[in-house]
């Protein structure tokens, strides 16, 4: 596994929240990546978010007040408005004069699309702050507009990337998934064929064999395709004959030793509604047993081991790594970042 100490990839875009989440008019302060942020949206509806510390004595603008408009600070009043300018200083007299553009509070760049709020996170030393390299991951078939039908979140007691390969772990399954009662010791042969995408990887579309008898009710047999994007984000779009069900997992360091899971479903099923109320418990369930695994994981990691990856199964979780290390490296290089993925078949028993 890679040698690199452990570090949080910059200069890329992190999900922030499901957008209703946040609601017009009001702040909701984050840590991300170890920094205190603070999200807003305006009483127009715009979300922003700023560095979650005043720039006059550093204590939290999330401590202060939002008329829907601007920030107020709790100590001195300073107000900032959402793009972080210093609009006011209140002790300030009349014929005081101040730049108050020298007291503006850093301002992150936000996105609002299909239902979430996304955040950049550039490196903090200003020189090494780059511009964007690719968009946010887009759910396929879906207007900018949609909303998701589902939205769970779940924070893991871990770092990142023990998050991120639990998650896309191939051959977990048959342990952590399945309760005691039909917990089968038969494993089943899998064939998969991957190739690179942007900054990931895909499962190549195929046709789910062994899908259960439910299909039938939205339309056939499915066939599913699922793409994995760095920093630890995942779409599986699964489709029959008449209906689309696309799920998005994200994954959002918080700091060191703790990670956000968030898991969402958009479909197009006019009766999904009916079904809605089963899938969180059932979201809860299985996001809890990663989550599970991964707080005991922690046990063993606390003694630094070596940990070993293993072909095909451990082939995504090595891409995973190497993909990070490539993006950190190429960035600072000041060169093009160049995929170490190569389209190959994957075999596995799970
Ligand atoms: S600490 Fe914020 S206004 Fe003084
Ligand atoms: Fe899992």
Not at 197 to 203: A, D
Not at 252 to 281: C, M, N, Q, R
Request: some cysteine; proline content about 9%; charged content about 20%.
């Amino acid at each position: 596994m890679s040698a690199t100490p452990p570090f949080f990839l910059r200069n890329l875009w992190y999900h922030a929240m499901p957008s209703r989440a946040l609601k017009a008019g009001k702040l909701l302060a984050k840590t991300l990546l170890g920094e205190p942020v603070l999200f807003g949206r305006t009483a127009e509806g715009k979300a922003f978010a700023l560095q979650d510390i005043c720039p006059h004595r550093a204590i939290p603008l999330s401590c202060g007040w939002f008329d829907g408009n601007a920030v107020q600070c709790c100590y001195h009043g300073w107000k900032f408005d959402s793009a972080g300018h210093c609009t006011e200083i209140p002790s300030l007299m009349p014929d005081q004069q101040l730049d108050l553009n020298r007291f503006n509070v850093q301002a992150y760049s936000v996105q609002e699309t299909q239902g979430n709020i996304w955040i950049y996170m550039p490196e903090s030393d200003p020189a090494k702050a780059e511009p964007p390299r690719f968009e946010i991951p887009k759910i396929p078939g879906f207007e900018p507009q949609a909303q998701p039908n589902v939205t769970y979140t779940m924070r893991f007691p871990c770092f990142i990337d023990h998050a991120v390969v639990g998650l896309m772990d191939p051959a977990h399954s048959p342990y952590v998934h399945q309760a005691w009662w039909w917990r089968t010791s038969e494993l089943h042969d899998e064939v998969k064929w991957f190739d690179p995408s942007p900054y990931g990887f895909t499962m190549r579309r195929h046709r789910i064999d062994h899908a259960g008898r439910l299909y039938g009710l939205i339309g056939g047999i499915p066939e599913t395709e699922i793409i994995f994007y760095l920093p630890g984000l995942r779409t599986e779009e699964t489709t029959t004959r008449k209906h689309r069900v696309v799920n998005l997992t994200t994954v959002t360091p918080i700091s060191a030793t703790e990670t956000d899971v968030t898991f969402e479903l958009y479909w197009d099923i006019p009766w999904g509604w009916l079904i809605k109320p089963l899938t969180i418990p059932l979201i809860k369930a299985f996001l809890g047993q990663d989550r599970d695994v991964v707080a005991k994981q922690q046990i063993g990691l606390k003694q630094d081991p070596v940990l070993r990856l293993i072909k095909d199964s451990d082939t995504p979780a090595r891409w995973y790594y190497q993909l990070k290390n490539e993006y950190a490296r190429s960035q600072a290089e000041k060169r093009e970042f160049v995929t170490p993925v190569k389209s190959q078949q994957l075999r596995w028993r799970a």
